[in-house]
């Protein structure tokens, strides 16, 4: 199994930045992703950004791209999620997942370990 936890979540005024970042532990597969979701109150979980472990390709929601940038490092044990020009509608619990096979998307449904998740929110 895999044991995710997140961290680095907290509040911040609209066009700030936030780093998240999420350890990772216990079995490594040999092809897998990870990502970020988040859910708001009130609204369905969303895919915000991921990662492919093979080769390092990334995805990104359109509500994020330029702003948001996804990494590992080196060890490949640590996901970080860096959040830039932060909007009051990015304010949402952030969870970090990691899939066990190597097909990757933004999809809820590829993903099988989750983490607790770190809020985030964001004041105008």
């Keep these: 199994a ?12 609209a066009g700030g930045s936030l780093r998240l970042s999420c350890a990772a ?4 597969y040999s092809s897998y992703c990870m990502g970020w979701f988040r859910q708001a109150p009130g609204k369905e ?5 991921g990662i492919y472990s093979g080769g390092g390709s990334t995805y990104y929601a359109d509500s994020v791209k330029g702003r948001f940038g996804v990494s590992q490092d080196n060890a490949k044990s640590t996901l970080n999620l860096t959040m830039n ?6 304010t949402a619990m952030y969870y970090c997942a990691e899939t ?3 097909t990757c998307g933004l999809q809820s449904f590829y993903y099988k370990y989750w983490g607790q998740g770190t809020p985030v929110t964001v004041s105008s």
């Design 45 to 49: 979980r969303e895919g915000v950004a």
């Design 2 to 13: 895999v044991r995710l936890v997140e961290s680095g979540g907290g509040s911040v005024q």
């Design 25 to 28: 532990s216990g079995y490594t």
């Design 100 to 102: 066990a096979e190597g």
């Design 85 to 90: 020009s932060l909007r009051p509608e990015d």
